[in-house]
C-alpha cells in the first residue's frame, strides 16, 4: 500500500498481483510516497479509509490475477525460498524459520494439492478473495490492473499520474511464465472456484 498526496493516489497491494513491481516504479518516479503507520503492505482498501478517511477521494489502483495461477504463483515462491534455503542464502534461511507463513507452508504441505486443499482452511490470507481488499462500504477502487495485462495497465496509471509511460516496467519477484493448468486436478481446481468465487463473478476468471 502506498499514498502519494501530492498526486491524490492509493496504491492498494494485492498479494501475488505484481504489486512489488508496481511499489518500486512508483517510489521511483514519486520518492514522496508514504506508507500508514499501523497498517500493513497489504492492508485492504476499507482498512486503509478507516485509518484516513479522507483518502476515500483519492484515485485508487489495485491488481488482481487470475485465482489459479494466484495460487501456484503463492506455492513457487515458497518453494523457491526453499531451495535458496538449502543454497545457504541468509534471507530465505530467515523466512523459513520460526512459525511464519513461508516456513508453515514449506513444512506442513507436502505437495500443492495439500496446499490448495487445506491451506485455504488454515491461512485468512489463502481464502480472502482479491476483491475485498479492492471495496469497501460504498468505494471500491477506481481502476483494477489486472496482471494478464501488466505491462499496458501498468502504463495505464502511470499516463494517469503524469508521468512518462516509456519507462522501462520492473519485473521483481516475477517467475518464469508457466501454463497453471498442469498443476491442477479436477478437485484442486474445483477448490480455487469454491474458494475465490466472489473474485470470479467480479473479475470474470475462468480456468
Given at each position: 500500500?502506498?499514498?502519494?498526496?501530492?498526486?491524490?493516489?492509493?496504491?492498494?497491494?494485492?498479494?501475488?498481483?505484481?504489486?512489488?513491481?508496481?511499489?518500486?516504479?512508483?517510489?521511483?518516479?514519486?520518492?514522496?510516497?508514504?506508507?500508514?503507520?499501523?497498517?500493513?503492505?497489504?492492508?485492504?482498501?476499507?482498512?486503509?479509509?478507516?485509518?484516513?478517511?479522507?483518502?476515500?477521494d483519492y484515485w485508487t489502483v489495485g491488481f488482481v490475477r487470475n485465482p489459479w495461477a494466484r495460487l501456484v504463483s503463492w506455492y513457487g515462491m515458497v518453494q523457491r525460498f526453499?531451495?535458496?534455503?538449502?543454497?545457504?542464502?541468509?534471507?530465505?534461511?530467515?523466512?523459513?524459520?520460526?512459525?511464519?507463513?513461508?516456513?508453515?507452508?514449506?513444512?506442513?504441505?507436502?505437495?500443492?494439492?495439500?496446499?490448495?486443499?487445506?491451506?485455504?482452511?488454515?491461512?485468512?490470507?489463502?481464502?480472502?478473495?482479491?476483491?475485498?481488499?479492492?471495496?469497501?462500504?460504498?468505494?471500491?477502487?477506481?481502476?483494477?490492473?489486472?496482471?494478464?495485462?501488466?505491462?499496458?495497465?501498468?502504463?495505464?496509471?502511470?499516463?494517469?499520474?503524469?508521468?512518462?509511460?516509456?519507462?522501462?516496467?520492473?519485473?521483481?519477484?516475477?517467475?518464469?511464465?508457466?501454463?497453471?493448468?498442469?498443476?491442477?486436478?479436477?478437485?484442486?481446481?474445483?477448490?480455487?472456484?469454491?474458494?475465490?468465487?466472489?473474485?470470479?463473478?467480479?473479475?470474470?476468471?475462468?480456468?
Open positions: 500500500m502506498l499514498v502519494s498526496d501530492a498526486h491524490r493516489f492509493l496504491f492498494v497491494h494485492v498479494q501475488k498481483t505484481g504489486g512489488v513491481s508496481v511499489e518500486h516504479l512508483v517510489r521511483s518516479h514519486l520518492p514522496e510516497v508514504r506508507g500508514i503507520d499501523g497498517l500493513t503492505r497489504h492492508a485492504r482498501l476499507g482498512q486503509i479509509l478507516a485509518a484516513e478517511p479522507d483518502l476515500v526453499r531451495r535458496l534455503a538449502e543454497q545457504g542464502r541468509p534471507k530465505a534461511q530467515r523466512f523459513l524459520a520460526g512459525e511464519g507463513f513461508m516456513a508453515r507452508v514449506a513444512r506442513d504441505y507436502a505437495d500443492f494439492d495439500a496446499f490448495v486443499l487445506r491451506g485455504p482452511d488454515d491461512w485468512p490470507r489463502l481464502r480472502t478473495p482479491q476483491v475485498a481488499y479492492l471495496t469497501a462500504e460504498g468505494r471500491t477502487a477506481d481502476f483494477v490492473g489486472r496482471t494478464e495485462s501488466f505491462d499496458a495497465d501498468v502504463r495505464t496509471v502511470m499516463v494517469r499520474l503524469g508521468l512518462s509511460d516509456q519507462a522501462p516496467i520492473p519485473r521483481d519477484n516475477a517467475a518464469p511464465p508457466r501454463d497453471y493448468r498442469r498443476d491442477y486436478s479436477p478437485l484442486t481446481r474445483d477448490r480455487v472456484a469454491e474458494v475465490f468465487a466472489a473474485d470470479l463473478r467480479a473479475f470474470d476468471y475462468t480456468f
